[in-house]
């Protein structure tokens, strides 16, 4: 029976009733015909809700009589939970039962299979019962929830007696397997770039910390007993070998948030003394291009890599340490250049950032699947540009230079301190110099710095030492006049009253108290001019290239470095740090 004949059946709407809702639905066809009838004022939902559960054979329940648990409440993003109005009720080995307004949705009942791997049963609910739920739980969730890992901790501690043996703990404890998700997701929320594991010997607890910002920060200790445990479940979910503690491993870990929204990790083991192993994983979320005019490139040096990145030919190159942001420029260069009248092929390891128009792939050394053997198929695949994650080795320098020598614009990173400095590390290699002058266009090199949190950084006037003492450290080693310098940056950066306005950490609740918050890049361009070109012919040294490239504008990382300190948005500790 449909749930019109149900109810006419039952006698709580009348046949008339029922013609007049069918008709309606005819004009608003996406409309449910139990919304009709509510909207008509004949039944409520109760009603329609409990004949809807007797026409399917679902179980209609109260959400709000309900006791459940957090760590079931937890299988499931808030967002998702939100976004669906679904309830994740209880879990009964490997399945679990969710609440919904109306089970016949199927689009989130699919989705969350996917998310939790468990078998989903659905029952019925009323709305307003659900959102109250939804809302008590989250309140409770955001109070609770720098507490929770702490009490995950300690139920495993109760679980196990203090003088048990580590080897007794096994890596599929469910528990244990809870502490390892929450770790890896409070790392995720937190905008966290490493998550660190450090294992020490006898009775001394592993500790796990968390690189944020640049800045290492501890997270958790947990006792001695459960160390072989942690590292095994972690092992486990890289799929590493686990009986293996005197090599290093390398492997990685997917996690699905949604079903389209994938969370990988980077796992690296490494054995310590007394037979032990630490594991560090780096966080790498699928995330989306910055918008090149968003990065934070100086207004100059963004309007020369928008007029160099379009050229038919070259060799663009950026250089910096791991984690200083070269994968985010490089893809906000190429989603600028992106469009359907260019064919962009990437080889990438891994793939950290996707974009539709590129055609990326995965490299794969173990199986000879190498940047040069892809960068050798892309050049037979009809490509206008092409950016290999990194050039790693001789073998693809040169492809790279010979591609680009041959009509395509080459995109490519550098784990180099300087842009000068890249240059002379590729002549070393065994670069040709005059098909390698030929070939570059320019060269960004980059960190990342500590920004000021801009809820409650505080500002000050400067002492006149210390202004000088700015000067010095810009004009050092360069053939600028400080005086010259010190007159420009009074044109520039001024204050109402003719002076200087810096500014200091201070320290807050979105914060936690650092001052910081973020970090922002800081950029070191030089354009591949005729006279650099010569150099790199005559094989000039650092020293000469960057002298020449001053002389020609460019600003080095610890001067640009200085400027955002002018800007306000940061101070020279955080830029020390980060530059020589």
């Not at 910096?320 to 260069?333: A, D, E, I, R, Y």
């Not at 010979?402 to 300087?418: K, P, R």
Request: net charge neutral.
């Amino acid at each position: 029976l449909k749930l019109g004949d149900v109810l006419v059946q039952e006698k709580l709407i009348t046949e008339e009733m029922l013609q007049q809702a069918l008709t309606m639905q005819r004009t608003h066809r996406k409309q449910a015909l139990g919304e009709i009838l509510i909207e008509m004022g004949v039944v409520d939902t109760e009603v329609i809700q409990s004949m809807l559960a007797r026409k399917l054979g679902i179980p209609f329940v109260n959400a709000t009589k309900f006791r459940i648990d957090p760590q079931t409440f937890g299988l499931v993003s808030i967002r998702f939970i939100e976004k669906y109005s679904i309830l994740p009720l209880y879990r009964a080995n490997n399945t679990l039962v969710v609440a919904m307004e109306n089970p016949l949705v199927w689009e989130p009942l699919n989705e969350l299979r996917v998310i939790t791997s468990l078998n989903v049963v659905p029952v019925l609910a009323s709305r307003d019962a659900i959102l109250r739920v939804i809302k008590e739980l989250s309140r409770a969730n955001e109070i609770t929830g720098k507490q929770k890992i702490g009490d995950l901790a300690r139920t495993m501690n109760m679980d196990v007696v203090d003088d048990a043996p580590e080897d007794s703990i096994a890596e599929t404890d469910n528990t244990l397997v809870g502490v390892v998700n929450k770790m890896i997701l409070d790392a995720y929320n937190q905008g966290v770039s490493d998550i660190h594991l450090e294992t020490y010997p006898g009775k001394r607890n592993t500790l796990v910390r968390f690189r944020k910002d640049g800045v290492m920060k501890k997270y958790f200790e947990f006792p001695p007993k459960f160390r072989s445990a942690l590292v095994s479940r972690i092992k486990i979910m890289a799929r590493l070998d686990i009986s293996e503690k005197r090599r290093p491993q390398d492997g990685k870990i997917e996690i699905k948030l949604s079903a389209d929204n994938k969370l990988e990790l980077r796992v690296a083991t490494v054995p310590t003394a007394h037979g032990l192993e630490d594991v560090v994983m780096r966080v790498l979320a699928c995330a989306q291009p910055v918008a090149l005019d968003k990065v934070g490139l100086p207004a100059n040096v963004l309007e020369r890599i928008k007029v160099l990145a379009q050229k038919p030919y070259g060799l663009f190159l950026l250089c910096g340490p791991t984690g200083s942001g070269k994968t985010t420029t490089l893809h906000s260069v190429l989603s600028f250049i992106n469009s359907p009248e260019r064919k962009i092929w990437t080889a990438e390891d891994p793939i950290e950032i996707t974009q539709d128009g590129l055609r990326q792939v995965q490299v794969n050394a173990n199986i000879g699947w190498t940047f040069a053997a892809a960068m050798r198929s892309f050049l037979r695949a009809d490509p206008d540009v092409i950016m290999v994650g990194e050039m790693r080795d001789i073998e693809t320098a040169q492809i790279a230079i010979q591609a680009s020598l041959t009509g395509h614009m080459v995109f490519s990173t550098l784990h180099t301190n300087s842009a000068a400095e890249s240059m002379v590390r590729l002549l070393d290699l065994g670069m040709d110099p005059f098909n390698f002058s030929d070939a570059l266009v320019g060269i960004l090199a980059q960190r990342l710095t500590r920004r000021y949190c801009k809820s409650c950084k505080t500002s000050y006037i400067p002492s006149r030492d210390e202004l000088l003492s700015l000067v010095e450290e810009y004009c050092a080693g360069t053939p600028l006049d400080s005086a010259a310098v010190m007159q420009a940056w009074h044109q520039t950066y001024r204050n109402q009253d003719g002076g200087f306005t810096l500014y200091a950490a201070g320290g807050c609740e979105l914060c936690e108290g650092t001052g910081y918050k973020g970090r922002m890049g800081v950029y070191e361009f030089l354009e591949a001019t005729p006279p650099i070109k010569s150099l790199i012919q005559h094989q000039a040294s650092v020293v000469e290239l960057q002298a020449t490239a001053i002389k020609q504008g460019m600003r080095t990382l610890k001067q640009s470095g200085i400027e955002l300190v002018l800007q306000g948005h940061t101070n020279i500790e955080q830029i020390r740090s980060v530059c020589n």
